[in-house]
């Protein structure tokens, strides 16, 4: 062709394409021409209008007013680490240990220095023993031969990035050479990793493989775990935007058949472009067949992920964030396996009718951007608990204007998550989270079941102020804090008569324990610390409770927890309080550390066990007598002041509705919680 000819032909902005004419499936737009395909690929994905002068977006083509405000909207969002200074900054204060004040507690239930005189002298002294639960929450346990599990891995355009560092030791773990892998290299190679490790303790279960950008391409189907760890063979060249949506519906697909439970795992290195989207087809889709999603976020930053941790969160899944090195990412999908080994805990059969759940709908995650639209104005006053040892006192403040989100976009194991403003509480632009009951039972949204997560708290305060006192006296800095837990009585019908919220604690959230005998691993940051507070709360408390079920984010001097749940022998706190069952599951998955030893905390041997347990069927049987007394007595300095005046029938009630539920809720082993609003 000429020279001439060439210069006089139209030529695609985008491809390069040359045409002698315009065809008229051609856009003309600024002077510049654009093919069908590369017209469609300047439309963006927020609002579809089409803009050749936007810009690629965190995986997303956007429009120039679309990305403004974005922009705008992330310049407002305060900084995660200002967020938790305002935590640390006001629960320091909530905290300031004043231990030569705080009165002895009372006549103690276990006797450490008789336990350790006998250790050594009881034959069964080194097995373990966890006690079965109740008859009540007996749970009938149905382990199944096998397990589908969808892998699903984002290839889309930033999947290429040669940015993964991978170390000496771990190029030889994996049998690769190089020191810099791609994105979807390193991705296949610790996929292939994960499949390996789970083969040894589940060998029955089946794979199933997916990548996705735009499209999605199954890669493998029904294979063993031997079959997926000798390789991946990924076809996909990473290209495009990310889009969950094209995943999930593959994962869908080949769970369908339903011819073994399904979990899905997702990986993926940022920010989708279809957030709305991937949320409605979860939420149709999965929480109707009761599909788990666990989220890993190939990243560092806790923000990009935001999506995924709803993700995940809302079928009871979990979620780990990798960074960039193919050492945290094998860390990630191990955490994930460790979850999918241990099974799902059974969900126990209720003494009574199940409770009955609300059906909601989810928004987005965008809790840094409150907005005007779709929320409740009304008033509320604000309560919060302070705990001395024996005592609660009440600190009360005036109604004054609120505002919640109508819809929630997070739930834990008993609780709705909502955005929610309180200017009293946040006056420079932070924000809170209100925390409402999942289900419709007037008993479950009382006043008495808000204020048991308020005095649990409390009691935890006083605890970690005795904790980190005795640390600091020590040499060790690291302190564990808790976030302030407020109760609130609204005024009118718009929203729940009662409810609880705090600030909003951003992070990836880690579970340390739970309420019914799960410990974490000694991987986790400052694990050993935190094990250790379990314990110095049963000796401290002369084995009248202990404080468990701690989560939070891990900072490099601090631990800021939140939810926590006291666990007495006669579940006098609250429907998350199982009793003698989830105490001795505590106390018998706990195993001192070198935190423990420095405090001097006397080891908890079997025979401390059997004699909790003969106190347990002792509190058990007593426990009417034990809570009319309290009733009776509630003036009095006898102590250990139980989370309401609601009568011992209501307590009962509420159990009967609720610990079971609230000890079921997700796997027993999951050691990363879903996301920063979960395990609630």
Known sequence: MKEKEKREMLVCTGCGQRRSKMPSSWTLDDCLFYCPACWQETSCGLCGHHDPKGSNFKGAWNCRACRHKRIVKEKHAPDHDVLQQLIISESSALCQPECAAHPAPPATLWDAEADVKNWSDDENAEDDVVCDLPVKLQPKVHVPDARHIVLLLDASGSMRNQDVDADPEIQKELGNSCPQLTRLEAAELCAMKFAKEHEVARPQDVFSVVTFHETASIIARQLSAAEVAKGLALSDRPANGTFYLEGLKAAVGLLSEKRWPGTVVLLSDGRPADTKAALAYLQEHFLGQEIQLHGIGFGSRVESFAALQQLACLTGGTFALSGCTVR???????????????????RPELASQKPRVREVTYELPEVGVFGKKHVVHFSAARSIFSYDGETFQLQTFRPGPVVR???????????????????????????????????QDDVLNSRAVVEAHAKSTAIAHYFASRFNAKLHSLGE?????????????????????FFAAERYLPGV????????????????PHNDLVQAFLHFSFQESGGHIIVADLQGVARESEVLLTDPQVLSLNRAYGPGDLG?????????????????????LSPISSATLRRIHREGEAAGGMAKTLLAAMQANSGSSAGWQKVS?????????????????????????????????THL
């Open 328 to 346: 945290g990412l094998c860390r990630a999908f191990s955490s994930v396996s460790s979850t999918i080994t241990a099974g799902p805990g059974g």
């Open 405 to 439: 989100r109508r819809l929630p976009y997070m739930r834990g194991g008993m609780r709705l998550v909502y955005g929610f403003q309180d200017e009293q509480v946040c006056k420079n632009g932070s924000w809170m989270v209100a925390k409402c009951s999942r289900y």
């Open 477 to 497: 800095m690291a302190k564990l804090l808790f976030v302030p837990c407020f109760v609130y009585h609204s005024e009118g019908p718009a929203v729940d008569e």
């Open 509 to 524: 959230f880690l579970k340390y324990n739970s309420n019914n005998g799960y410990a974490a691993y000694g991987s986790l």
């Open 580 to 600: 003698a069952a989830g105490y001795l599951r505590c106390l018998g998955a706990h195993r001192c550390g070198p935190t423990c030893k420095k405090l001097g």
């Open 645 to 677: 005046s609601f009568g011992s029938d209501d307590w009962a009630k509420i159990s009967d509705l609720a610990a079971a539920e609230y000890a079921s809720e997700g796997n027993a082993s999951s050691h990363v919680s879903a996301s920063s609003w």
